[in-house]
């Protein structure tokens, strides 16, 4: 795809890019090499390629849900400047 200076012109003020004249004819090359490599994307056969999230495989380790470090709640309390009942005591910030 080639593109000219009068559609570069036009995507720059639509992205509100300020770009000067002179630079115009410059970067309509940059864009159509871009888009002409883009097209040599797509001309790419994927039949048959999995979709990726990343190049490294991941796999979940499952676990069984259970509590491992609970009834602690004296010792957590233990660090906070302030409590009263059994909860931390915070500064009001809404009044």
């Not at 090499?33 to 979709?51: H, K, M, N, Y």
């Not at 660090?79 to 009942?85: L, V």
Request: negative net charge.
């Amino acid at each position: 795809m080639s593109l000219d200076k009068a559609t570069v012109a036009r995507i720059a003020r639509l992205a509100r890019i300020s770009l000067p004249e002179q630079d115009l004819e410059p970067m309509a090359a940059e864009l159509s090499g871009i888009l002409t490599w883009i097209e040599q994307l797509g001309e790419v056969d994927t039949d048959g390629v999995a979709p990726m999230t990343s190049v490294v495989g991941h796999a979940l380790h499952h676990r069984e849900d259970k509590v491992t470090d609970g009834d602690r709640r004296d010792d957590v309390l233990a660090n906070a400047p302030e409590s009263t009942d059994g909860y931390f005591v915070v500064p009001k910030v809404v009044e």
